[in-house]
């Protein structure tokens, strides 16, 4: 079984359109994919009519979520959330003001770069994005478009990272508040990249530990983001503290360079997720 549990599309800042994500799943010779997009749940009813036979899709969100340390970081995070219940009012709220905060953000680190001098804009970044939620990959790609650099990653190390002076960040929702959220709309919840140091500063064991007794049910172990000590450090924390290990891609078609299944979920993992009471099911063989 080849199993990857975090994949983008159009309808946030990835490249595939979700009918193209459920292909390019197949052709990649995934037995399972789960896509995961940034706020939303608007590439579902693409994605599930457009899934091959020989592929179970997991429907879901990437939750952007924030946590203030007890010494005052505040730290950005992702909260993968499967199985849920799309339609929760108080969700589609939540998410509704988040893509909005996503907008007004990039508007602000467009008009930033602009102030510098770079030859982008907003009506651009905008166009790029289209109907999806808007994020840092769309600017990305403006500003290659725009002959400023030479590809995305050069984008994001030189100028949207959070260390860069260009970054803004979003009103992201409250971890805590997040997992009650995903809880009450049947939704499992697993911590996306939890060790990922590369993107920026990441939550203490002491609040991962929190979350767990919160619901949190899973920690991503594998992800391209996380060097061999990371993977080590959260394969140790979520074994102590009885959470699922999974592994993903975190695919983003050509905003990215990592393709489909480049990491997995082990099956035994799988299981124990699918063993958890969820919302909605798996659609799949
Ligand atoms: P945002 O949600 O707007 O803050 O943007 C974060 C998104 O940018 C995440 O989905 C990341 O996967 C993506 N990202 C972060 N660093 C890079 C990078 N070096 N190259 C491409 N995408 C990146
Ligand atoms: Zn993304
Ligand atoms: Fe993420
Ligand atoms: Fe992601």
Same mark, same amino acid.
């Given at each position: 079984?080849?199993?990857?549990?975090?994949?983008?599309?159009?309808?946030?800042?990835?490249?595939?359109?979700?009918?193209?994500?459920?292909?390019?799943?197949?052709?990649?010779?995934?037995?399972?994919?789960?896509?995961?997009? @940034?706020?939303?749940?608007?590439?579902?009813?693409?994605?599930?009519?457009?899934?091959?036979?020989?592929?179970?899709? #997991?429907?879901?969100?990437?939750?952007?979520?924030?946590?203030?340390?007890?010494?005052?970081?505040?730290?950005?995070?992702?909260?993968?959330?499967?199985?849920?219940?799309?339609?929760?009012?108080?969700?589609?709220?939540?998410?509704?003001r988040l893509r909005e905060t996503r907008r007004t953000r990039g508007r602000e680190m467009v008009e930033r770069l602009v102030a510098d001098g770079?030859?982008?804009?907003?009506?651009?970044?905008?166009?790029?994005?289209?109907?999806?939620?808007?994020?840092?990959?769309?600017?990305?790609?403006?500003?290659?478009?725009?002959? #400023? #650099?030479?590809?995305?990653?050069?984008?994001?190390?030189?100028?949207?990272?959070?260390?860069?002076?260009?970054?803004?960040?979003?009103?992201?929702?409250?971890?805590?508040?997040?997992?009650?959220?995903?809880?009450?709309?049947?939704?499992?919840?697993?911590?996306?990249?939890?060790?990922?140091?590369?993107?920026?500063?990441?939550?203490?064991?002491?609040?991962?530990?929190?979350?767990?007794?919160?619901?949190?049910?899973?920690?991503?172990?594998? @992800?391209?983001? @996380?060097?061999?000590?990371?993977?080590?450090?959260?394969?140790?924390?979520?074994?102590?503290?009885?959470?699922?290990?999974?592994?993903?891609?975190?695919?983003?078609?050509?905003?990215?360079?990592?393709?489909?299944?480049?990491?997995?979920?082990?099956?035994?993992?799988?299981?124990?997720?699918?063993?958890?009471?969820?919302?909605?099911?798996?659609?799949?063989?």
């Amino acid at each position: 079984m080849r199993i990857d549990l975090h994949a983008h599309s159009t309808a946030s800042d990835g490249t595939d359109t979700p009918a193209e994500l459920m292909a390019h799943a197949a052709a990649a010779g995934l037995d399972v994919v789960a896509l995961t997009d @940034h706020d939303t749940t608007a590439g579902w009813d693409e994605a599930l009519a457009a899934r091959p036979a020989g592929l179970t899709l #997991v429907p879901g969100v990437e939750f952007s979520c924030l946590r203030v340390e007890p010494d005052g970081r505040r730290i950005s995070l992702h909260l993968l959330a499967y199985l849920l219940d799309r339609n929760d009012t108080q969700l589609q709220a939540e998410w509704q003001r988040l893509r909005e905060t996503r907008r007004t953000r990039g508007r602000e680190m467009v008009e930033r770069l602009v102030a510098d001098g770079y030859p982008i804009s907003w009506a651009q970044v905008s166009t790029l994005a289209g109907a999806g939620s808007v994020g840092r990959p769309h600017l990305a790609r403006a500003l290659v478009e725009s002959g #400023v #650099v030479p590809d995305v990653d050069t984008a994001f190390r030189d100028l949207l990272s959070s260390r860069q002076r260009y970054y803004v960040r979003k009103a992201d929702t409250d971890v805590f508040a997040a997992l009650a959220l995903i809880r009450a709309a049947g939704g499992l919840p697993v911590f996306a990249h939890p060790l990922a140091h590369r993107r920026g500063p990441v939550v203490s064991d002491e609040t991962i530990a929190a979350m767990a007794a919160a619901g949190l049910v899973g920690l991503e172990v594998e @992800h391209p983001d @996380h060097e061999p000590d990371d993977r080590a450090h959260a394969a140790r924390l979520a074994r102590g503290l009885g959470l699922i290990g999974t592994g993903s891609s975190d695919y983003h078609g050509t905003n990215k360079t990592t393709p489909l299944g480049a990491r997995q979920t082990d099956p035994d993992a799988y299981e124990r997720l699918l063993a958890l009471p969820s919302a909605i099911r798996p659609t799949g063989p």
